[in-house]
């Protein structure tokens, strides 16, 4: 899997969007970004995931690059309660190891009221 | 409901001394996965399993083992626990390798 960079925190005030970048230069073409979060201890949660095409479902919208290197998730009316590490990552269709999934450090997002 | 368990939630135990931490989805899911989550570390996959009978290494597999005799089942071994293995361990699964993944609720381990 290609690596990521992501800021390690970021702060928004509910009500209002927030925008978590990531970078992930080394993407090959079949790899898939893919947009987990965490609250506390708990289990991961799935966000969204695109392959080239921004992406929008009822959490979030998903803008990758034209080229590619970078995308970023859009909570577009966050919430105290969206406040977690948001994980991104990016993972082949196929391929010998496309089993494998490598979370990175993530970024700590937190809602201010 | 659809979901991932996990068992034990919680678990203290001794160097050395043989352990299973299981894991169970009753969604007919092919894919499953184990991760540690360290502070500082994030999640690593120790191993997952494409199907039955089908496990490959994860990032961090040294000092444990899996099985996959059943479609829902997919426990971790730890046959000789040390200090270094206390984490909070999840489970996860999807329908194929590349599907959105659900994650159980996570086993906090203790090996004093």
């Given at each position: 899997d290609a690596k990521t960079t992501q800021p390690p925190s970021m702060d928004c005030a509910e009500g209002r969007a927030a925008n978590l970048p990531c970078n992930h230069s080394t993407i090959s073409g079949n790899e898939y970004v893919y947009w987990y979060r965490?609250?506390?201890?708990?289990?991961?949660?799935?966000?969204?995931?695109?392959?080239?095409?921004?992406?929008?479902?009822?959490?979030?919208?998903?803008?990758?690059?034209?080229?590619?290197?970078?995308?970023?998730?859009?909570?577009?009316?966050?919430?105290?309660?969206?406040?977690?590490?948001?994980?991104?990552?990016?993972?082949?269709?196929g391929g010998t190891s496309y089993g494998k999934l490598t979370f990175g450090q993530g970024t700590i997002l937190t809602v201010h009221p | 409901?659809?979901?991932?368990?996990?068992?034990?939630?919680?678990?203290?135990?001794?160097?050395?001394?043989?352990?299973?931490?299981?894991?169970?989805?009753?969604?007919?899911?092919?894919?499953?996965?184990?991760?540690?989550?360290?502070?500082?570390?994030?999640?690593?996959?120790?191993?997952?399993?494409?199907?039955?009978?089908?496990?490959?290494?994860?990032?961090?597999?040294?000092?444990?083992?899996?099985?996959?005799?059943?479609?829902?089942?997919?426990?971790l071994i730890l046959e000789s626990p040390s200090p270094n293995q206390t984490s909070l361990y999840f489970c996860a699964s999807s329908l194929g390798a590349t599907d959105t993944q659900y994650f159980g609720p996570g086993t906090r381990l203790t090996v004093l």
């Open positions: 965490q609250i506390h201890s708990q289990g991961p949660q799935y966000i969204i995931h695109g392959l080239k095409n921004n992406e929008t479902n009822e959490m979030a919208s998903l803008i990758i690059t034209e080229d590619r290197k970078s995308s970023t998730l859009i909570l577009p009316h966050a919430t105290l309660r969206d406040t977690a590490v948001y994980y991104c990552i990016v993972r082949a269709a | 409901e659809a979901q991932v368990t996990q068992n034990p939630r919680y678990l203290i135990t001794v160097t050395g001394k043989k352990l299973t931490v299981t894991c169970s989805q009753n969604m007919n899911h092919e894919y499953m996965s184990w991760y540690r989550q360290d502070p500082g570390l994030g999640l690593r996959q120790i191993y997952y399993s494409m199907n039955v009978e089908v496990t490959d290494k994860g990032d961090v597999p040294e000092g444990y083992k899996v099985s996959r005799k059943e479609k829902r089942n997919f426990p």
